[in-house]
């Protein structure tokens, strides 16, 4: 097993079923007495989103557990796929699950934000046994149309930042409504999860190609909703948080969500959109209380 080299994670690297390179960290625990949590980002985003929830849960100081975040192929450290049409929440489940496979996990806990929620729902209809409890952040059976379009303006061609400052600008023309409160550092960490500095110069994290995958769910149609997938999660425990902002989960949809899980939690992170950023104490520390009664 790799050496932290000073960092609170581990470098993973593993291949997928059609041989990418795919990307993961890894927070150690003490040991393995306690359930393991696997964290999956939003759309466009990477593992660097669960810096302060991965060290929380993997240094508490009365249920320690080892977390795992993973890059889908094509975000963050992972490789980039040829085929954008690749680029779809059943490939990357097929990626999560041989993730799984590799190192050996199961009935871990899910934290998803946005789509990783949705590849949660999908993972609870094909492989229920691989999950003993689950997060969404932000995310339900039923997405919302407005939340689908902002999605896509985030995807599609924006200038490239040639200052950090440049980058918060990008984000918070993009986002500021949903989050009116955030400080000028929290900007700046959400801008530090969409963009990254290499050779000198602000890149994308995740690929270009991502617009085309995204491009093709037609906007004037109601977007299929996940209504089965996510009645497959009655039996497993579930945490469901919802930003008080949000363009993506509505709240008719959470009402719906506790009417028909007999097991469901739900939170309200107050003054912030889509997906809350998972940073606070608040949040935090209740998905920690959520995983510590659901070992």
């Known amino acids: 097993m790799p050496e932290l080299d000073g960092k609170a994670w581990r470098d993973i690297f593993y291949e997928s079923f059609d041989d990418l390179r795919l990307y993961a960290r890894h927070y150690p625990a003490p040991d393995e007495r306690f359930r393991s949590i696997l964290c999956l ?37 992972s490789q980039h796929d040829s085929n954008w049409r690749n680029y779809v929440p059943y490939t990357e489940l097929m990626d999560v699950l041989d993730f799984l496979t590799v190192q050996g996990l199961h009935r871990v806990g899910i934290v998803g934000t946005s789509r990783g929620g949705i590849i949660a729902m999908m993972m609870a209809a094909l492989r229920p046994t691989a999950m003993g409890a689950v997060v969404l952040n932000d995310i339900g059976p039923v997405i919302e149309t407005r939340g689908l379009a902002r999605h896509r303006q985030l995807c599609g061609p924006h200038p490239v930042p040639k200052t950090w400052a440049d980058a918060v600008h990008i984000m918070r023309e993009i986002n500021g409504r949903g989050f009116p409160d955030f400080t000028d550092a929290q900007w700046d960490q959400m801008a530090r999860g969409v ?15 991502l617009a085309k995958a995204i491009g093709t ?44 899980h007999p097991n469901l939690r739900t939170m309200i992170v107050p003054e912030q959109g ?3 950023m998972l940073q606070e104490q608040e949040p935090v520390e209740a998905i920690g209380a959520f995983f510590a009664v659901n070992d």
């Not at 985003?45 to 192929?73: I, Q």
């Not at 963009?195 to 190609?209: A, I, Q, W």
């Open 274 to 276: 889509h997906a809350p």
């Open 41 to 77: 980002p939003g759309l466009t985003r990477n593992a660097r989103d669960f810096h302060t929830l991965a060290t929380y849960l993997s240094t508490h100081p009365e249920k320690p557990r080892n977390v795992y975040c993973l890059d889908y192929r094509g975000r963050g450290g």
């Open 195 to 209: 963009f990254e500095e290499r050779k000198g110069r602000l890149v994308l994290s995740y690929d270009r190609k």
């Open 217 to 260: 769910v037609d906007l004037s149609r109601p977007v299929p909703d996940l209504w089965p997938q996510f009645v497959a999660m009655g039996q497993i425990p579930t945490f469901v948080l919802r930003g008080e902002n949000s363009d993506v989960l509505s709240p008719e949809t959470l009402e719906e969500m506790v009417e028909r």
